[in-house]
């Protein structure tokens, strides 16, 4: 009897595992976390020594709930052609374990509870919440289909988390947030295109046009392109030292952070390859995160 019921109790846990591994896919953790972390740093950025643990935490869970709820539309949208890509077919409405009702309705709670948290804050950061997950769901992801303009339009939800996390705690748009948003939005280009070049077989498969074409083949000018975004870093990071908004030391040290992302842009410029598309979306998934603590860290 006893051997039953562990047998029983092991089954539970099993499902609840499974259970928990799909709403991870479904919302796409580390994403999420990865999005997440830049809002949060940005408000550490913004707040300095007047840190309030109440906001922060408001910010942290407002801005996880409202990341879930776009990556949950995303997937709901995309469900068709998530099947036909390799990276993407295991994810749960793709694969049939989860339907798109019960994927609505978890969408529209933590939507309405994010924006609460963020409205908490103040009504510009949870305005800008929503335009985020509106322009991501309702405009990015229909429009990947049609257009490589899609990169740009998506390019602004993915740099709003930082300019969230300064307004969370100023509560209104300053020429420090606006650098953080410049700096967020130049390197998704190489950060995507990397990505891209990378996953471009699948894309094309599934009816994806994200990257430019050229007689079937990815248009060798995108390597290009990468490397002028990123060398666009280096003026902007001038800019912001020039009007006081970042000092000497974090000037210095994302200036040689980009130097060093410049570099991996050029080497998949001249070699055009998976190889050097790999180290580029390596340094990518460095330089963000890098660029912000050293901000932090030199405040």
Request: glycine content about 6%; aromatic content about 16%.
């Amino acid at each position: 009897m006893k051997r039953r019921e562990d047998v029983h109790v092991r089954a539970i846990s099993i499902t609840f595992r499974d259970w928990l591994q799909d709403l991870e896919l479904l919302v796409k953790f580390r994403l999420s976390s990865f999005v997440v972390f830049s809002s949060v740093v940005a408000y550490l950025i913004a707040a300095g020594t007047n840190f309030h643990i109440i906001s922060f935490l408001l910010l942290t869970a407002g801005g996880f709930l409202i990341t879930f709820s776009a990556n949950i539309l995303n997937e709901i949208l995309e469900a068709d052609y998530d099947k036909m890509m390799e990276r993407t077919s295991n994810r749960p409405l793709a694969a049939g374990r989860w339907n798109s009702s019960s994927a609505v309705v978890l969408a529209g709670l933590t939507c309405l509870v994010g924006i609460i948290l963020l409205a908490l804050l103040n009504p510009l950061t949870s305005f800008l919440g929503m335009v985020s997950l509106v322009t991501y769901a309702f405009l990015y992801t229909p429009l990947k289909r049609y257009s490589t303009v899609s990169v740009v339009i998506g390019a602004i939800p993915g740099a709003l988390p930082a300019m969230i996390g300064m307004i969370a705690f100023d509560g209104v748009i300053t020429p420090a947030c606006l650098f953080l948003f410049a700096i967020q939005f130049i390197w998704q280009f190489p950060h995507f295109w990397s990505i891209g070049f990378l996953s471009f077989d699948q894309y094309q498969r599934a009816g994806y046009k994200l990257l430019p074409v050229e007689n079937g083949k990815i248009d060798t000018r995108l390597g290009l392109q990468a490397f002028i975004y990123a060398m666009l870093l280096l003026p902007v990071i001038f800019i912001g030292f020039s009007a006081g908004l970042v000092t000497s030391f974090g000037a210095i040290g994302i200036g040689l952070l980009s130097l060093y992302f410049m570099w991996r842009a050029w080497t998949f410029y001249r070699r055009f390859d998976k190889d050097s598309a790999k180290a580029l979306m390596f340094s990518s998934f460095i330089y963000l995160p890098a660029a912000l603590m050293i901000l932090w860290w030199s405040m």
